[in-house]
């Protein structure tokens, strides 16, 4: 097999999984007819924790100009729109990577 | 199909690609990184853009990228993709059940499509129903983009020598910070943001990445679950909307 081929084939292979992990929970779920009120509240959840969840290495346990940096997009975002309390953060982050820390 | 339910349709195709518009900021810069280190990794064009319009799944791909060798490591690099995509299958279980009315093709199409801001949006866009052509309006905007800022990136990724320096690596962290302080309101949610920050932080420095993410959601919603309440009464349904 060529490395053209070989490559196009694992590309397809990563295509294949990467959709059925996101049919994958449908297609179990929505053979249940009726929905436990736990596993609703636990399917609510879902974006708040997997979104957590990918933000928070980030925001504690990187350094300190990282740290600051959200919690100054966190400040931000109770009032700012999207956008700027995303800018926020981004200048918090390079002025204090600049600056060393 | 009624007049009104065209222009409804019409205004959720274009409220989608509304919403998206922040999404590009930190998608298109996540784009061009990927093209630029695919090329430098010695990857075939070809094969860089076949990688973003087939699984269009950014950190997954960074993931493999890593990864990749010539030969690359089939196994490792599936098995790498598939612990950081665990999360899709709770954004399709959870976002499964405003689809119901959806044809179940549509369904099936619409799910490839599934990146984590065109979830989290849709998420936010309905409590009961999602719109079809809401999702659509955000697809449609950002897919093509994927694939140009990969493009761009793989062409003339020597452009940007450190990401770092700008804060690119920063901006998806950032959207993210916005997106769950979006759901503050949520019930439970400080409780669930304690409990999947703990388990995350934890798992990253021990196991290390990308498993923080599963297991930090899964404490999440664990934490959700048991702190659901004795069922309060039955609202009555709400309006159901038709034909999305």
């Given at each position: 097999?060529s490395?053209?081929?070989?490559?196009?084939?694992?590309?397809?292979?990563?295509?294949?999984a990467?959709?059925?992990?996101?049919?994958?929970?449908?297609?179990?779920?929505?053979?249940?007819k009726?929905?436990?009120p736990?596993?609703e509240?636990?399917?609510?959840?879902v974006?708040?924790?997997?979104?957590?969840?990918?933000v928070?290495?980030?925001?504690?346990a990187?350094?300190?100009?990282?740290?600051?940096?959200v919690?100054?997009?966190i400040?931000?975002s109770?009032?700012?729109?999207?956008?700027?309390?995303?800018?926020?953060?981004?200048?918090?982050?390079?002025?204090?990577?600049a600056?060393?820390l | 199909?009624?007049?009104?339910?065209?222009?409804?349709?019409?205004?959720?195709?274009?409220?989608g690609?509304?919403d998206?518009?922040?999404?590009?900021?930190?998608?298109a810069?996540f784009?061009?990184?990927?093209?630029?280190?695919?090329a430098?990794?010695?990857?075939?064009?070809?094969?860089?853009?076949?990688m973003s319009?087939?699984?269009y799944?950014?950190?997954?791909?960074?993931?493999?990228?890593?990864?990749w060798?010539?030969?690359?490591?089939?196994?490792?690099?599936?098995?790498?993709?598939l612990?950081?995509n665990?999360?899709?299958?709770?954004?399709?279980?959870?976002?499964?059940?405003?689809?119901?009315?959806?044809?179940?093709?549509?369904?099936?199409?619409?799910?490839?499509f599934?990146?984590?801001?065109?979830?989290?949006?849709a998420?936010?866009?309905?409590?009961t129903?999602?719109?079809?052509?809401?999702y659509?309006g955000?697809t449609?905007?950002?897919?093509?983009?994927?694939l140009?800022?990969?493009?761009?990136?793989?062409?003339?990724?020597?452009?940007?020598?450190?990401?770092?320096?700008w804060?690119?690596?920063f901006?998806?962290?950032?959207?993210?910070?916005?997106?769950?302080?979006?759901?503050?309101?949520?019930?439970?949610?400080?409780?669930?943001?304690?409990?999947?920050?703990?388990?995350?932080?934890?798992?990253?420095?021990t196991?290390?990445?990308?498993?923080?993410?599963a297991?930090?959601?899964?404490?999440?919603?664990?934490?959700?679950?048991a702190?659901?309440?004795?069922?309060?009464?039955?609202?009555p349904?709400?309006?159901?909307?038709?034909?999305s």
């Amino acid at each position: 097999m060529s490395d053209n081929m070989q490559a196009y084939l694992l590309i397809l292979a990563l295509a294949g999984a990467t959709y059925a992990t996101r049919i994958g929970g449908d297609i179990v779920l929505s053979r249940f007819k009726h929905i436990n009120p736990r596993v609703e509240a636990a399917l609510d959840a879902v974006p708040i924790a997997v979104m957590t969840a990918i933000v928070v290495p980030m925001a504690l346990a990187t350094g300190i100009a990282e740290t600051c940096a959200v919690a100054v997009t966190i400040a931000s975002s109770f009032r700012l729109q999207t956008n700027v309390s995303i800018l926020a953060g981004v200048l918090t982050v390079v002025v204090l990577r600049a600056s060393g820390l | 199909m009624t007049p009104s339910d065209s222009s409804t349709r019409k205004a959720h195709f274009r409220q989608g690609m509304t919403d998206i518009l922040p999404v590009l900021v930190s998608a298109a810069p996540f784009g061009v990184v990927f093209g630029a280190l695919a090329a430098e990794k010695g990857i075939p064009f070809d094969q860089i853009l076949a990688m973003s319009g087939l699984m269009y799944a950014g950190a997954s791909q960074m993931v493999a990228l890593e990864l990749w060798g010539f030969p690359p490591p089939f196994w490792t690099i599936v098995l790498a993709v598939l612990a950081v995509n665990f999360r899709h299958i709770l954004y399709s279980a959870s976002l499964g059940r405003k689809m119901r009315n959806w044809p179940v093709s549509r369904r099936f199409f619409g799910f490839g499509f599934m990146v984590d801001p065109v979830f989290a949006l849709a998420d936010a866009q309905s409590p009961t129903h999602l719109s079809g052509s809401y999702y659509a309006g955000m697809t449609v905007v950002l897919y093509p983009l994927w694939l140009v800022s990969t493009a761009i990136g793989a062409l003339f990724g020597n452009l940007i020598r450190d990401p770092q320096v700008w804060g690119l690596d920063f901006i998806l962290a950032a959207y993210f910070t916005v997106l769950v302080m979006g759901f503050r309101s949520r019930p439970n949610a400080f409780v669930i943001i304690l409990a999947t920050s703990l388990v995350a932080v934890l798992v990253y420095l021990t196991l290390g990445p990308p498993w923080h993410v599963a297991s930090g959601g899964v404490a999440g919603i664990l934490a959700a679950a048991a702190l659901v309440k004795p069922k309060p009464k039955e609202e009555p349904d709400a309006v159901v909307e038709q034909g999305s």
